[in-house]
T-cell receptor, first 112, second 116 residues
Framework: SQQGEEDPQALSIQEGENATMNCSYK?????LQWYRQNSGRGLVHLIL?????REKHSGRLRVTLDTSKKSSSLLITASRAADTASYFCATERMDSSYKLIFGSGTRLLVRP | DTGVSQNPRHKITKRGQNVTFRCDPI?????LYWYRQTLGQGPEFLTY????????KSRLLSDRFSAERPKGSFSTLEIQRTEQGDSAMYLC??????????????FGEGSWLTVV
């Protein structure tokens, strides 16, 4: 069963704009990870945020985590056409055996 | 390149046939995972190994599915008597257990299965 739900399901922006994707989950977690997937390809790990962290940065990526609201957001600043992909959040639940449970993803289109 | 390797990348098979996928994890990664992904959906967990031990299996993994990881190195996922509903991308991933949670899991490029 899916643990996380991303919002929006699809997002279309102009190159240079910022893109924000949200993820909500249901149970307590150890950590939350964001992945990117180009069409027909495997998943690329972007960033991991632990349950005791509130914000992390990596290059143009900024991730926040609010465990009280069971939600996370991924911000991509100054987007590029090459950022066009599907983005998934995945959670490692506290009762989990180290597996990740994925949401259904946000499809991002960055128009040049 | 020493990433997660999956073979074959694409497989078309007739309904009722058996298929096997192979995964070579990143060297020294002791955890290995199998996921299944259909179009427009996120990956769904199937099973995972720590070394050669299969520690968890999803209810999605019917009796027609079997996974092995002999000697704790590469893994195979076999689907017997394939059905059209098995058509999906099968993703393998690996990670290294460092004694605490929060290990990055690295994915392969996936193996596409089409059952006709």
């Amino acid at each position: 069963s899916q643990q996380g739900e991303e919002d929006p399901q699809a997002l279309s922006i102009q190159e240079g704009e910022n893109a924000t994707m949200n993820c909500s989950y249901k149970t307590s977690i150890n950590n939350l990870q964001w992945y990117r997937q180009n069409s027909g390809r495997g998943l690329v790990h972007l960033i991991l945020i632990r349950s005791n962290e509130r914000e992390k940065h990596s290059g143009r990526l900024r991730v926040t985590l609010d465990t009280s609201k069971k939600s996370s957001s991924l911000l991509i600043t100054a987007s590029r056409a090459a950022d066009t992909a599907s983005y998934f959040c995945a959670t490692e639940r506290m009762d989990s055996s180290y597996k990740l449970i994925f949401g259904s993803g946000t499809r991002l289109l960055v128009r040049p | 390149d020493t990433g997660v390797s999956q073979n074959p990348r694409h497989k078309i098979t007739k309904r009722g046939q058996n298929v096997t996928f192979r995964c070579d994890p990143i060297s020294e990664h002791n955890r290995l995972y199998w996921y299944r992904q259909t179009l427009g959906q996120g990956p769904e967990f199937l099973t995972y190994f720590q070394n050669e031990a299969q520690l968890e299996k999803s209810r999605l993994l019917s009796d027609r599915f079997s996974a092995e990881r002999p000697k704790g190195s590469f893994s195979t996922l076999e689907i017997q008597r394939t059905e059209q509903g098995d058509s999906a991308m099968y993703l393998c991933a690996s990670s290294i257990a460092l004694g605490f949670s929060g290990n990055t899991i690295y994915f392969g490029e996936g193996s596409w299965l089409t059952v006709v």
